[in-house]
T-cell receptor
């Protein structure tokens, strides 16, 4: 299975709150799990990424939590700010076959942080 | 600063026209990708190329073709544009063995 399932589709959070976006996958051949951030009118840009041998990675206010046994990973945005309002995509890197190295993307989450 | 440049930010074309979307990268990346982005559907892969003159179909290749004559340039072609091809089109590149994609800013195509 090549899917990466992302939820929720949209999220509204108050300024200062915690934003949590979840992703799940089925294929154990994925070997890299990035998150991309996209502002309106721009292309997605790499935000933070994790490999499956690590359970958590933190960069500033952004943290990825990774649960290998459950095949789930999530993005946590602490102290959410209006400037974090964007669409977030999770992805998984395929490490097999003709698509080796290609990313499989989730469908995206539109985050709005209210002041 | 590394770049993926898409030649047009906005494009309006008529139904039945042949449309060319151009993408150029300056990073010497082997792999290049074309996606379309629609609300609620995320990023859907149209075609990708892992080398000059090589191309592979993605998830939704119908109605599209691609051309890669030079390493830095990857073109998406809509042979006969239709209104259901109105969308945001994103180009991306990645080096072989690399992990991250670099995306362009996108071309918003409207077919009327």
């Amino acid at each position: 299975q090549q899917q990466v399932k992302q939820s929720p589709q949209s999220l509204i959070v108050q300024k200062g709150g915690i934003s949590i976006i979840n992703c799940a996958y089925e294929n154990t051949a994925f070997d890299y799990f990035p998150w991309y951030q996209q502002f309106p009118g721009k292309g997605p840009a790499l935000l933070i990424a994790i490999r499956p041998d690590v359970s958590e990675k933190k960069e500033g206010r952004f943290t990825i939590s990774f649960n290998k046994s459950a095949k789930q990973f999530s993005l946590h945005i602490m102290d959410s700010q209006p400037g974090d309002s964007a669409t977030y995509f999770c992805a998984a890197r395929a490490n097999y076959g003709g698509s080796q190295g290609n990313l499989i993307f989730g469908k995206g989450t539109k985050l709005s942080v209210k002041p | 600063d590394v770049k993926v440049t898409q030649s047009s930010r906005y494009l309006v074309k008529r139904t039945g026209e042949k449309v060319f979307l151009e993408c150029v990268q300056d990073m010497d990346h082997e792999n290049m990708f074309w996606y379309r982005q629609d609300p609620g559907l995320g990023l859907r892969l149209i075609y990708f190329s892992y080398d000059v003159k090589m191309k592979e179909k993605g998830d939704i290749p119908e109605g599209y073709s691609v051309s890669r004559e030079k390493k830095e340039r990857f073109s998406l072609i809509l042979e006969s544009a239709s209104t259901n091809q109105t969308s945001m089109y994103l180009c991306a590149s990645r080096p072989t063995g690399g992990y991250g994609y670099t995306f362009g800013s996108g071309t918003r195509l409207t077919v009327v």
